[in-house]
Structure formats: structure tokens, C-alpha cells
């Protein structure tokens, strides 16, 4: 059974770095891209990248690029979406997906940047 | 980029009845590289449709999707009480990928 397992809620402060992990079970990891998107309270859905795991090939929307950063651990099958210093208009949920069209979906993570 | 943008925003329908949700892209998608999925409150959205047309596994065939070029709609044939829900087009044919704002169906 295919399953993408998301870490857990987090509270920080600005200026505070984070990084929130996405493990993947029941497929070959290096053989689909992973995905982040992120959605705001109330809003729609935006996606942020994409991750090869098998050469790390690594994809930002314009609107994401420099302020995030994509990585993957292909030895535990584990893809990674961090912040080097959170803004409070990083508070949002943010989803893991496999493939550019994602036909699996994690059950997301809920970060709260608030001081 | 491409820009989606879905219409109605919002959809107001009963159980039983048909839903007609349109997706319009702001330039062709590449190879029909489009998608749809359903949002339900509190829960990840759920893959409906992909490449425009192939429904994902385990989706009701009460779904469809059609369309190519820069205009496709998702089809729900005969509404459920658990089909009312957001409804969100993506298109992956091109870099960045992008969703539209979303539909909402309610009863």
C-alpha cells in the first residue's frame, strides 16, 4: 500500500528554521517525483516544487524559489521541505505528493509561525 | 505561467442531480496534462482525474473528465452526499505547475 506520512504540527517563532519530513512506504522512492503544496487557512492549494529522488533534480514554482528548499534521503525513502528563517505568512498546511500529477497525497503538516 | 481559473465559483446542486465544473487555461496544456481533485474539509485533496481524461483508481465512474487545449470540464454524473466538496483543476505540462482557485459544490 502506497503511503506518504507527514511529521507533525510545529509552532515557531519568525526567524526560526524548520524542516518537515515526508516518508514514503510501498513503492520504489526513486522512481516518482515528490511534490510540495501548500495551502494557506481558507485558500487554495499552491504548489511549491518538486523532487526527483533519484538524482535530487529539483523544480521550484517562481513564487517558492530561494525561500524554501527541497531535498530528499533516498536511503530512507524521506523527502524534506525547509525554511532557513519563517515568516508569519508561512503559517499554512503544507502537503507532500507523489508524481506532477499527485495521485498520492500525505495527510499534511500544520506549521504555525506566530510570536 | 500558466493561469487556471475555474468557474462557477461556487455550484449549488442536490443530490441526484448533474455537476458541470470548467476549468480554463490561460495557454494550451502541454499533452492534456491536466488533473482534478476533490478537497474535503480538514482532509489532503484526492486525485480524481488525470491527463484530462483517465479517472484514478478506485474513483467512481459517476466522474469524467474531458477537454483539451485550454478548455475541460469535470463531469459528476449523478451527485452523492459525499461528492459535496472543493473541486480543484491542476495543470502539469508545464513548469511551475498550477492549480486553479478552486470550486466549491454544495448542496
Known amino acids: 500500500e502506497v503511503q506518504l506520512v507527514q511529521s507533525g504540527a510545529e509552532v515557531k517563532k519568525p526567524g526560526e528554521s524548520l524542516k518537515i519530513s515526508c516518508k514514503a512506504s510501498?513503492?520504489?522512492?526513486?522512481?516518482?517525483?515528490i511534490a510540495w503544496v501548500r495551502q494557506m487557512p481558507g485558500k487554495g492549494l499552491e504548489w511549491m516544487g518538486i523532487?526527483?529522488?533519484?538524482?535530487?533534480?529539483?523544480r521550484y514554482s517562481p513564487s517558492f524559489q530561494g525561500q524554501v528548499t527541497i531535498s530528499a534521503d533516498k536511503s530512507i525513502t524521506t523527502a524534506y521541505l525547509q525554511w532557513s528563517s519563517l515568516k508569519a505568512s508561512d503559517t499554512a498546511m503544507y502537503y507532500c505528493a507523489r508524481q506532477w500529477s499527485g495521485d498520492y497525497w500525505g495527510q499534511g503538516t500544520l506549521v504555525t509561525v506566530s510570536s | 505561467e500558466n493561469v487556471l481559473t475555474q468557474s462557477p465559483a461556487t455550484l449549488s446542486l442536490s443530490p441526484g442531480e448533474r455537476a458541470t465544473l470548467s476549468c480554463g487555461a490561460s495557454q494550451s496544456v502541454s499533452s492534456s496534462y491536466l488533473a482534478w481533485y476533490q478537497q474535503k474539509p480538514g482532509l489532503a485533496p484526492r486525485l480524481l482525474i488525470y491527463?484530462?481524461?483517465s479517472r484514478a483508481t478506485g474513483i467512481p465512474d459517476r466522474f469524467s473528465g474531458s477537454g483539451s487545449g485550454t478548455d475541460f470540464t469535470l463531469t459528476i454524473s449523478r451527485l452523492e452526499p459525499e461528492d459535496f466538496a472543493v473541486y480543484y483543476c491542476?495543470?502539469?505540462?508545464?513548469?511551475?505547475?498550477?492549480f486553479g482557485q478552486g470550486t466549491k459544490l454544495e448542496s
Open positions: 510501498g513503492y520504489s522512492f526513486t522512481s516518482y517525483w
Open positions: 491542476q495543470q502539469y505540462g508545464s513548469s511551475p505547475v498550477t
Open positions: 523532487i526527483n529522488p533519484h538524482d535530487s533534480d529539483t
Open positions: 491527463d484530462a481524461s
